[in-house]
Nanobody
Framework: QVQLVESGGGLVQAGGSLRLSCAAS????????MGWYRQAPGKQRELVAT???????KYADSVKGRFTISRDNAKNTVYLQMNILKPEDTAVYYC?????????????????WGRGTQVTVSS
């Protein structure tokens, strides 16, 4: 069974920085895309940033220039460096691994989600 474990969330003042990490474990052969999504209270979950195995990235307009996604393919780990944080960045941040292929059932490709980590930015 594939598990995604996020870390690095917390409370920070506006203008500050945080770095999120997400490590995927299990009998993984490959992961197509890894990414971060977030969900604020009363709002739908939204894409923050994604990165493919070769390193192609995609960002939400609201975080471009402030957030940077990176990935260590050998460790099946994805990172999100968040700078110049704003109160509107406050949300639960979820890690996603898409197109995961494993050596054991359910084989894949399929998608997995982490449990989320809270990021709170105070004004």
């Amino acid at each position: 069974q594939v598990q995604l474990v996020e870390s690095g969330g917390g409370l920070v003042q506006a203008g500050g920085s945080l770095r999120l990490s997400c490590a995927a474990s299990g009998s993984i052969i490959s992961i197509n895309t890894m990414g971060w999504y977030r969900q604020a209270p009363g709002k739908q979950r939204e894409l923050v940033a994604t990165i493919t195995t070769p390193g192609s990235t995609k960002y939400a307009d609201s975080v471009k220039g402030r957030f940077t996604i990176s990935r260590d393919n050998a460790k099946n780990t994805v990172y999100l460096q968040m700078n110049i944080l704003k109160p509107e960045d406050t949300a639960v941040y979820y890690c996603n691994a898409a197109g995961v292929v494993t050596t054991t059932p359910p084989w894949g490709p399929r998608d997995y989600w982490g449990r989320g980590t809270q990021v709170t930015v105070s004004s």
